[in-house]
Nanobody
Framework: QVQLVESGGGSVQAGGSLRLSCAVS?????MAWFRQASGKEREGVAA???????YYADSVKGRFTISQDNAKNTLYLQMNSLKPEDTAMYYC???????????????????WGQGTQVTVSS
């Protein structure tokens, strides 16, 4: 079983930055960040593969960067130029059971962290 623990969330004004971290109990070849705003479905934000590929939702391209530190078993999400619409609970996910192109389908990920709240005020 893979355990994931997110941290780094908080409250920030629009235009600000935050870096989320996800400590992983083991190594995985694919990992991702999702978010879920109140009353909305969980949506994919960014995905990372061990082959060096990264994928981003259109809404965050150019503002968010996903990265992984193998030595620390930690996944990161650097979030810049934050907007109020980025407000959500952010989750990291591991153990992908889908096909390429399904990175942002939350049903294709088996393990989840408990989430960290990000609130962006205008």
């Amino acid at each position: 079983q893979v355990q994931l623990v997110e941290s780094g969330g908080g409250s920030v004004q629009a235009g600000g930055s935050l870096r989320l971290s996800c400590a992983v109990s083991g190594y995985d070849y694919y990992m991702a960040w999702f978010r879920q705003a109140s009353g909305k479905e969980r949506e994919g934000v960014a995905a990372w593969t061990s082959g060096g590929n990264t994928y981003y939702a259109d809404s965050v391209k150019g503002r968010f960067t996903i990265s992984q530190d193998n030595a620390k078993n930690t996944l990161y999400l650097q979030m810049n130029s934050l907007k109020p619409e980025d407000t959500a609970m952010y989750y990291c996910a591991a153990y992908f059971v889908g096909f390429s192109g399904e990175w942002f389908n939350h049903r294709r990920w088996k393990y989840w962290g408990q989430g960290t709240q990000v609130t962006v005020s205008s």
